[in-house]
């Protein structure tokens, strides 16, 4: 099988593989779609502890089964699915209560074992998702994305009648703003320093700043109901305490800086609630694919499909500069 193989930093590779085979109680996937996260991105660079070359990495994928293990029920040859790439005990405390995603054992496809930026994926059986006709199985490949949306809205305790300010307009931020759209707030402001991520933005029905200034025009005069950093840099973090109302609540996800000196007199007096958002879990799955098959993504107008050949200028160019894109899928199939 072809594969997209990660050697070190800014290095990718295309290898012809052997085709995996499934354990006992595993699927093999044909991968058609894979998406590149922003966690691979710094994977690519070298920066990330989980992704370690030579890895084939990718968990953002769907596909059609191939071949099931010999104790899997339920599924078969020929199935449209996706999966959650999330791996969990199933039995500890977290997972017997719901967070799998803060499961000490988790690990994930295509970080800690092969991914998706391969034709063939082996994934266990209890992480695939079937697929419904009306789902095409490029957008079932941003399931787990939205996923981490979903994750981040339901923790921030979204509600019609808040105002929400979300730092980034990467994927993860434009997600939210479809999260913050299906649970019905009106008022959503994003900022970036990317015009043309700005641009997608307000073609998805939210207001767009790119200043302090433009910032300081659309914030309620307590703030905002609801804050949300999805850059994950002292600067982000720290603005989102910053304009969060009195009582308000700020959800953290992005990774990007391991440590951040935060105004905590700021969160007392204020009596903020923060809180770290860190993947998704079953529920929050389920219900992206849900809204997937109800309305779509929200990021069909923008997102590029890209042959696994051009993997690694795809990255390249994710990392220089994505333009008006917000995300890019590579096929596979």
């Known amino acids: 099988m072809r594969a997209l193989v990660y050697e070190g930093p800014r290095q ?21 779609w894979a998406g590149i ?35 899997v029920e339920g599924l078969q ?22 967070r799998a995603n803060l499961c000490p054992q988790r690990s994930l496809v295509g970080a800690g074992r092969p991914g998706a ?30 996923a981490c949306a979903v994750r981040i809205a339901r923790l921030a305790a979204l509600e019609p009648s808040d105002s929400l300010f979300i730092a980034g307009a ?8 479809r999260a913050a759209q299906r649970y019905g707030v009106k008022h959503t402001v994003v900022m970036d320093v990317n015009a043309e991520r700005l641009g997608i933005v307000r073609a998805m029905g939210g207001l767009a700043v790119s200043c302090e200034e433009e910032l300081a025009r659309v914030t309620p005069a307590r703030g905002f109901d609801k804050c949300v950093d999805a850059v994950g840099i ?28 935060l105004p905590v007199n700021t969160a007392i007096r204020n009596e ?12 929050d799955f389920q219900i992206a694919l849900k809204w997937i098959e109800e309305s ?31 995300k890019i899928l590579l096929e596979l199939g």
């Not at 966690?39 to 191939?66: C, D, Q, T, W």
Request: overall charge negative.
């Open 117 to 146: 930026f391969a034709e063939y994926a082996v994934v266990p059986a209890g992480n695939i998702h079937l697929l419904p006709e009306a789902v095409s199985l490029d957008a079932a490949a941003l399931a787990e994305p939205l």
């Open 170 to 177: 990467g994927p993860i931020g434009l997600l939210v703003l």
């Open 37 to 71: 996260c922003g966690s691979e991105l710094s994977g690519y660079l070298g920066h990330n502890s989980l992704r370690k070359p030579p890895l084939v990495m990718g968990h953002e994928f769907a596909g059609v089964i191939h071949q099931v293990g010999s104790r």
């Open 272 to 283: 903020l609630t923060m809180l770290g958002s860190f993947g998704y879990n079953p529920i």
């Open 234 to 261: 002292d600067a982000t973090r720290q603005q989102c305490m910053g304009i969060a109302r009195p009582g308000g609540r700020v959800v953290f996800s992005g990774l990007h800086a391991a440590d951040s000196a």
């Open 12 to 32: 990718l590779e295309l290898r012809t593989m052997e085709i995996p085979r499934p354990g006992e109680q595993e699927v093999l996937v044909r991968v058609h």
């Open 77 to 98: 040859s020929g199935d449209r699915v996706t999966a959650n790439p999330l791996i969990s005990c199933g039995s500890c405390m977290e997972c017997r209560s719901g």
């Open 296 to 326: 779509g993504t929200g990021l069909e107008t923008w997102t590029v499909h890209e042959p696994l050949e051009n993997g690694k200028a795809c990255f390249d160019k994710l990392l220089s500069g994505p333009g008006a894109v917000a």
